[in-house]
């Protein structure tokens, strides 16, 4: 067997190297990311410090 023989066929066997699709992972990490950062976002302003009842400035 050749040498250009043997490199065109494992150059053959490993493929062109690049990945093919993919952007539903791309987008569902982005969903998940706002999501996350929505729900915190939300958290914060429902645990925020409120006016007390009883606390007025007179």
């Keep these: ?3 250009a023989l043997h490199t065109y066929t ?3 066997q490993v493929g062109s190297g690049r990945i093919q699709g993919g952007w539903e992972y791309i987008w569902t990490a982005f969903l998940i990311a706002w ?3 929505s729900l915190y976002s939300l958290s914060l302003w429902l645990r925020r410090p409120g006016k007390a009842v009883n606390d007025s400035k007179e």
Excluded: G, K, V
Aim: aromatic share 0%; hydrophobic share 65%; charged share 0%.
């Design 1 to 3: 067997m050749s040498t």
């Design 10 to 12: 494992l150059l053959a």
């Design 35 to 37: 999501a996350s950062l």
